[in-house]
């Protein structure tokens, strides 16, 4: 499956994304963030969350609490894990109760805990490519979300 790639040339932009990831992203979706500081990590879950009911304004990043929860049409849980020493860490704060779930489980700086995370996934890397500009490039790691992926290409590939 090819990836994924989309260039927001704005906010604007990666809330076109954020909606279209929760309407094609199926319950149980486990999205693994990856960018440097101030990639927009954080701007496209409020996106994702907005797009599931949530009120945007609610949507703060989790560094310092770690997981938080939200309910909107359906359950967001967003995980960071910036702050966590190493993988044991993040084991500890009970993610398999995410995982196994039905909400969409978005969880920042994804990179530092791949181990720990479902194998059945999605990813989004996110590259800053101006001041308000970035590119995403999302893939499907395993065959469980590769027709989300289908779905995003048909949706802006025109």
Known sequence: MNPFCYDA???RATAALGAALAEVLPPGTTVALCGTLGAGKTRLVQAIAEA???DRRD???PTFVL???YQGRRPVYHIDA???RDEDEFL?????EYFDGDGLVLVEWADRVPGCLPQDRVE???EVTGPESR???IVSLGPKYAEAIRQLHRRFDR
């Open 9 to 11: 040339d704005d906010e």
């Open 52 to 54: 599931a009911g949530v």
């Open 59 to 61: 949507v703060l990043s």
């Open 67 to 69: 997981i938080q929860e």
């Open 82 to 84: 910036y702050r966590l």
């Open 92 to 96: 500890a704060l009970g993610p398999e």
């Open 124 to 126: 989004i890397h996110i």
């Open 135 to 137: 590119r995403f490039e």
